[in-house]
């Protein structure tokens, strides 16, 4: 019952509900549809609490009255009473009846709020009324509940269920319909005036109106989850929020969007978002109320009050009140669900949240975003602050889609936003971006052409910049950017602003989310402007250390510990070319790459800090002699700062596990992170070892090749390219269950080498796959990053009405998403003979349920069971930005 002053949100609440539509997920019931009668509360349910209104008078040991005039916090026009003329028993009935006050009373009515606190207080159970609402303009019955203590906080923190509303019931509209609307909703959120609140609306069939007979209106409460009915049909249900984890499991977003709570730690004091049960997860009481007017009703149907319809009192008739408990669970509420199919379906019944959706923590790793570069980015919206004009993509010429912004004679500044409030693209989220990590050579940019100058000539050009919801802000002169110069009417110019200049000016970088072009505030009537590649980026490079590949890196020399020898560079294979061959005597020795001046190094350690998430210390070796002792087990080694911190492994231990085998070339991958865990101080990494276990390693000669400290796929722009040519590095073409070996052939001149996929009898699927615990975190081009490859069917599958698909897994296919190729971009059929592109949003595949931050798996093939007889080929297979 109780609202924020906020209007647009009032009504929202009371009017927009209805066109709700959520995401799913939440807390699972276990039906049984056949067996369940929906009119009735299932036997599980027992009676613990009652008022039929059999009495005389009111109860006092069931009810208070609330005396006041305040009211209620939503500009109502009446003063609560405990006069037997506003609330009274007949014919075993409660009777709350509003009335006209006398002249002069501080409020134009009078009527009855009764509450329960402290005499009848519940966590979950059935509550039930059965009733007839009053009608009129004006008038507004509510059954509801608050909390008995505000653990959480002030309104709404703590929480509100309203089981049952309805505003101006009877009452015509221009279009001839009366208002016949009830409607349930939950508040809950921040603290007014940022609270938050969801809800449904409802109409009984047949046009039949709630005021003009008795109906039953009730609420299931249980953990985690509230349903509404009416006349024992379930119309609503809400949710607790369930949060969405990735593989690192950080919060990346919402599976369902319900409630939520905010309030503040008890131990740090700290301000903290809840996704959980609270704030329905404490005691709440009963509330029995007809308020006169107010934010509400007062600003819908026909609007304000209608004294007449009050002149003879309006009358909220109630015949029960019951509350029932859960037998079978008392604690949780849970296992006597009065349910029925659609009940948590989003386009039935299951009401979307309004919760924040959470965003990653900063992995601290650089990375680019394009907020707008031909096409919207939907986690940034092109934005008019105050003005109520409407940024639009407009064709330029030259450039294709621009935004274009106009400024009236309302002052306004306009821009780009993140924050949730202003996105309006249903697939978008509010993403602040953390610039922190290229804060050295960083810079925001953007293309602008004045198409109309301001009316004021005098008027100056500004760029604003706000973080972490304005908290942070730098305005400057458009003039202060990199290039210093003022706009030009009818020209296309560039702006680029340091990050550096921006931080050193006091902003924080961690967290984004507005950006703002404008003329000076006030100054801008007549302005029209176009806006082009809005960029944060910078040239963002990984740093790396070849250790050897063809020949030794002077300034990690390969090294003989203690023995006395001299490792060697020598031909190998025409894969490997040059290699370093290490050759173990009767000395005992350890063997690899130094940097230490002492031992002929150049005292060049490596820091592999911004590696740490992702980054490898890989090698290829090749055992020519193994060594004579049979209990030799191959070792690898790091030291870091003098040997001040170390981490000593067996080679099985890398991430491909194996052991080595005489004759053949294998690669070994040490994680940094791993490593780091294990002690390294990867911050000055100085010896990398790799030799027979101490005292055992007599008789061994090896060679080792492409020893790296990296983060794989770095360094050759934003994204993984996973077939050009090659298979990228720890991937590879791969046939799931078909038995066959997908190869490499030559197409025609513009794509040279491609994977060639045949699909025999056997169904299978086919595509490129990780190595074991090799995975690619997407999560950095989230905002505008693609996968995109190219195919060109040979021979089309046997089955004519084979199905073409695009599937992708991730974290050994505990997420996926599969997609056919027509709903790519392109939204194209393959055509046998022709190589055509396919491009399918990473958002549109996060959305579908793809964890993006551990991709392990791309495929492509004719639906399963009808691709016998397919030959396609697959060049240039990517996970890019535009």
Not at 585 to 598: D, N, W
Not at 776 to 786: I, N, Q, Y
Request: one cysteine or more; glycine letters at 10%.
């Amino acid at each position: 019952m109780k609202k924020s002053a906020n209007l647009a949100a009032l009504v929202g609440a009371g009017l927009l509900v209805s066109t709700l539509s959520g995401c799913g997920g939440g807390a699972e019931t276990q039906s049984d549809f056949d067996n369940v009668d929906v009119t009735q509360p299932v036997t599980d349910w027992q009676l613990v609490w009652s008022d039929e209104f059999d009495g005389t008078t009111i109860s006092s040991t069931k009810w208070n009255y609330e005396i006041n005039c305040s009211g209620g916090g939503n500009n109502e026009k009446q003063c609560y009473t405990d006069s037997s003329d506003n609330a009274f028993i007949k014919d075993g009935m409660l009777n709350i009846v509003a009335l006209p006050a006398a002249e002069g009373a501080e409020k134009p009515y009078t009527s009855t709020r009764l509450t329960t606190q402290h005499k009848a207080d519940f966590k979950y159970g059935r509550f039930e009324m059965r009733a007839k609402l009053p009608y009129g303009q004006g008038s507004w019955p509510a059954f509801w509940m608050m909390p008995t203590d505000s653990v959480y906080g002030g309104w709404p923190r703590s929480g509100e269920i309203d089981i049952l509303e309805a505003v101006n019931l009877k009452v015509v509209g221009e279009d001839g319909v009366a208002e016949s609307n009830v409607h349930g909703t939950l508040h809950y959120g921040r603290e007014w005036p940022n609270n938050a609140s969801s809800g449904k609306s409802y109409q009984l069939p047949d046009g039949v109106n709630p005021a003009d007979d008795f109906h039953t209106y009730a609420i299931e409460w249980q953990e985690g989850e509230i349903r509404w009915y009416v006349d024992g049909y379930l119309y609503a249900t809400q949710r607790q929020s369930v949060v969405r984890y990735n593989s690192r499991d950080e919060a990346i977003g919402l599976s369902h969007r319900g409630w939520f709570a905010e309030y503040f730690d008890q131990s740090s004091g700290e301000l903290q978002t809840h996704w959980d049960s609270a704030p329905f997860d404490q005691e709440f009481f009963m509330i029995l109320n007809l308020a006169v007017g107010g934010n509400w009703p007062e600003n819908v149907n026909n609007l304000g009050i209608d004294a007449s319809a009050f002149a003879e009192g309006q009358s909220f008739v109630v015949d029960y009140v019951r509350v029932y408990q859960c037998a079978a669970n008392p604690d949780t509420g849970k296992g006597c669900e009065t349910i029925r199919p659609g009940y948590e379906d989003e386009a039935d019944a299951l009401v979307i949240g309004a919760a924040p959706i959470p965003s990653p923590p900063s992995s601290g790793i650089p990375q680019n975003l394009t907020i707008f570069g031909g096409t919207p980015n939907p986690n940034w919206a092109a934005w008019d602050c105050c003005g109520g004009t409407t940024p639009t993509l407009v064709a330029d010429a030259d450039r294709g889609d621009v935004y274009e912004f106009s400024v009236a004679a309302t002052p306004t500044v306009n821009g780009f936003t993140s924050r949730e409030e202003f996105i309006t693209d249903e697939q978008g989220q509010p993403s602040p971006f953390d610039a922190s990590p290229i804060i050295e050579t960083g810079t925001i940019s953007f293309d602008m052409q004045v198409v109309s100058a301001p009316n004021d000539a005098a008027s100056v050009w500004k760029f604003k910049v706000e973080s972490v919801g304005a908290s942070t802000a730098v305005e400057l002169d458009i003039t202060a950017s990199s290039e210093g110069v003022a706009p030009v009417t009818g020209q296309w110019q560039t702006y680029t602003f340091p990050l550096q200049m921006l931080a050193d000016a006091g902003l924080d970088l961690s967290a984004i989310d507005v950006l703002m072009i404008f003329p000076v505030w006030g100054s801008g009537e007549g302005a029209v402007y176009r806006v082009d590649n809005v960029k944060i980026s910078a040239d963002i490079s990984f740093p790396e250390l070849v250790l050897f590949a063809d020949q030794q890196n002077p300034d990690w020399p390969m090294w003989d510990c203690c023995a006395g020898s001299s490792p060697t560079e020598e031909m190998d294979d025409a894969e490997h070319g040059t290699v370093a061959q290490f050759s173990i005597g009767a000395t005992p020795t350890v063997m690899g790459f130094i940097t230490r001046s002492a031992n002929g190094g150049s005292d060049t350690p490596f820091d592999a800090t911004a590696l740490l998430d992702g980054g490898l210390i890989q090698f290829e070796m090749k055992v020519v002699n193994a060594p004579g002792s049979p209990d030799a087990s191959w070792k690898f080694k790091a030291e870091a700062d003098n040997a001040s911190s170390a981490v000593e492994l067996d080679l099985t231990a890398s991430i491909e596990g194996q052991a080595p085998v005489t004759g053949q070339w294998q690669t070994y991958s040490f994680s940094l992170a791993a490593l780091a865990a294990a002690g390294l101080d990867v911050s000055a990494i100085d010896v990398i070892m790799i030799y027979p276990a101490w005292g055992t390693g007599e008789g061994a000669v090896y060679r080792v090749d492409n020893a790296k400290i990296h983060l794989p796929g770095a360094n050759q722009g934003p994204g993984l390219t996973l077939f050009a040519n090659e298979a990228a590095e720890q991937w590879s073409i791969w046939d799931c269950c078909g038995g066959t070996t997908p190869t490499v052939e030559q197409d025609d001149d513009q794509h040279g080498a491609t994977a060639q996929f045949i699909i025999g009898a056997t169904p299978t699927v086919m595509g490129i796959l990780a190595d074991d615990d090799v995975y690619f975190d997407a999560s950095a081009l989230l905002a505008d990053g693609v996968v995109r490859f190219e195919m060109k069917v040979i021979s089309a599958p046997s089955d004519a009405s084979a199905t073409w698909l695009f599937k992708i897994e991730a974290d050994g296919a505990s997420s996926f998403a599969e997609l056919p190729l027509s709903s790519s971009l392109e939204g194209l059929a393959p055509v046998v003979g022709q190589w055509q592109t396919y491009t399918f949003s990473l958002q549109d595949l996060f959305d579908a349920g793809l964890d993006i931050s551990a991709i392990d798996v791309l495929m492509v093939f004719p639906a399963w069971g009808t691709g016998n007889g397919a030959v396609y080929r697959l060049d240039n297979v990517v996970i890019t930005q535009p």
